[in-house]
Nanobody, 130 residues
Framework: QVQLVESGGDSVQAGVSLRLSCAAS????????MGWFRQAPGKEREGVAA????????YYADSVKGRFTISQDNAKNTLYLQMNSLKPEDTATYYC???????????????????????WGLGTQVTVSS
């Protein structure tokens, strides 16, 4: 059974950095897409960043390009999201997800498409105050 457990969320001031982690277990796929998504109150879940494990190709929403970095540690089965220069609009619950295939993005954007992911964690809260 696939399990994804996020951690690292916190309440911080604008401008600081946070690193989210997602510990993954229960699967042995050779290649897959892992992504970070977020959902703010009253808004739809949106893609933040994703990485295709077979090639290391990464995908980012325009709103986080240059500030956020997705990475993976295969030895630890852990996915990370380094978030720098946080803004109040980054406030949301952040979710980790896995798609047992290549990464897909919302057409016309570089934002990962949440509708095609197979497994989800329960989320970790990030709150950024001005």
């Amino acid at each position: 059974q696939v399990q994804l457990v996020e951690s690292g969320g916190d309440s911080v001031q604008a401008g600081v950095s946070l690193r989210l982690s997602c510990a993954a277990s229960g699967y042995t796929y050779s290649s897959y897409c892992m992504g970070w998504f977020r959902q703010a109150p009253g808004k739809e879940r949106e893609g933040v960043a994703a990485i295709y494990t077979a090639t290391g190709d990464t995908y980012y929403a325009d709103s986080v390009k240059g500030r956020f970095t997705i990475s993976q540690d295969n030895a630890k089965n852990t996915l990370y999201l380094q978030m720098n220069s946080l803004k109040p609009e980054d406030t949301a619950t952040y979710y980790c997800a896995v798609r047992v295939s290549w990464c897909t993005v919302v057409p016309g954007t570089s934002r990962p498409d949440p509708t095609h992911f197979d497994y989800w964690g329960l989320g970790t809260q990030v709150t950024v105050s001005s």
